[in-house]
């Protein structure tokens, strides 16, 4: 059983819960129906909307429970993931041409990044001038960011939420939960992102992830240097929402934890940008799949 609280991520957030529920349902469906390895959903007795019923005033679902089984430390599910990416990735691909709108959220111009470093001066943050220094880095990266984003040919419906903790390990295999965050996304650039979290950073796992999808079908060639770019994005785009929360700009969301450790991730977050970038150019120069 599952209880939703208002502010759950996805295309939706606050009131808007429900349409981003009827958005994931309707997608959760076509993968079911495809015969993608995930859980079954129980429909309520009094349904608000397909699967979901309303007790008090949270939304809620059930699903059959899993038999699930705790990771062996050498388990590998690198070909199960590429290929259940690339089954989802075919489910629903989308006309037109450029990453959808949230890609932007992570794009901030240099005026921005400026005032908020100021203001964390004034208010004698300790990442303050850690912060100013690593600006050259943030316009880097957030440029390659606004010069692929109209270009992207390769925009799907996807489950949105490919984490490690998403994936359960039943009898018969691995599964994939919790499909509620459904967004649209480049599916070259989900796969880089995915099999980067997912490959803990190392090359070799990461190759067998993208190996894994490519095999299945998937396309990667296009992204060429820019393949792990959705890597990046997240990075700054995170990090962006926590100065805004330090800064009292915006409300601190659920996960985010105490101010304490929200001061020291937007430190950490700032301190390993430069070796995150180093780290990502490596990678794409030596698995980024040439065109044949």
């Known amino acids: 059983m599952k209880g939703y609280f208002p502010t759950t991520g996805g295309q939706f957030q606050g009131e808007r819960l429900i349409d981003q529920l009827a958005v994931a349902m309707e997608f959760e469906?076509?993968?079911?129906?495809?015969?993608?390895?995930?859980?079954?959903?129980?429909?309520?007795?009094?349904?608000?909307?397909?699967?979901?019923?309303?007790?008090?005033?949270?939304?809620?679902?059930?699903?059959?429970?899993?038999?699930?089984?705790?990771?062996?430390?050498?388990?590998?599910?690198?070909?199960?993931?590429?290929?259940?990416?690339?089954?989802?990735?075919?489910?629903?691909?989308?006309?037109?041409?450029?990453?959808?709108?949230?890609?932007?959220?992570?794009?901030?111009?240099?005026?921005?990044?400026?005032?908020?470093?100021?203001?964390?001066?004034?208010?004698?943050?300790?990442?303050?001038?850690?912060?100013?220094?690593?600006?050259?880095?943030?316009?880097?990266?957030?440029?390659?960011?606004?010069?692929?984003?109209?270009?992207?040919?390769?925009?799907?419906?996807?489950?949105?939420?490919?984490?490690?903790?998403?994936?359960?390990?039943?009898?018969?295999?691995?599964?994939?939960?919790?499909?509620?965050?459904?967004?649209?996304?480049?599916?070259a650039l989900e796969a880089g992102r995915v099999a980067y979290i997912f490959g803990a950073g190392e090359p070799d796992r990461i190759k067998r992830i993208l190996d894994a999808y490519a095999t299945a079908g998937g396309e990667l060639t296009w992204a060429g240097p820019d393949l792990f770019l959705s890597v990046i994005r997240n990075h700054i785009q995170v990090l962006s929402e926590h100065v805004r929360v330090a800064l009292d700009e915006s409300p601190a969301a659920r996960w985010m934890g105490t101010p304490e450790t929200i001061e020291t991730t937007i430190t950490t977050s700032l301190r390993t940008l430069p070796t995150k970038l180093t780290h990502l150019n490596h990678l794409t120069a030596t698995l980024t799949p040439r065109p044949s």
Do not use: C, Y
Not at 153 to 181: A, E
């Open 29 to 187: 469906r076509k993968a079911l129906d495809a015969g993608i390895d995930m859980p079954r959903p129980v429909r309520p007795v009094n349904p608000l909307l397909g699967w979901v019923t309303r007790i008090k005033d949270r939304l809620f679902r059930v699903h059959g429970w899993i038999e699930h089984q705790s990771p062996q430390a050498d388990e590998d599910v690198a070909t199960w993931l590429g290929q259940t990416m690339l089954r989802i990735h075919q489910l629903q691909p989308l006309d037109g041409v450029g990453l959808p709108s949230w890609w932007r959220h992570a794009i901030h111009s240099p005026a921005t990044w400026e005032a908020w470093f100021a203001k964390a001066r004034q208010r004698d943050a300790p990442w303050a001038q850690l912060g100013h220094d690593m600006i050259p880095h943030l316009l880097a990266a957030t440029e390659r960011i606004s010069q692929l984003i109209d270009l992207a040919p390769d925009v799907v419906t996807t489950h949105g939420d490919f984490k490690t903790h998403n994936i359960v390990r039943s009898p018969t295999g691995p599964v994939l939960v919790d499909w509620d965050t459904v967004r649209t996304d480049s599916a």
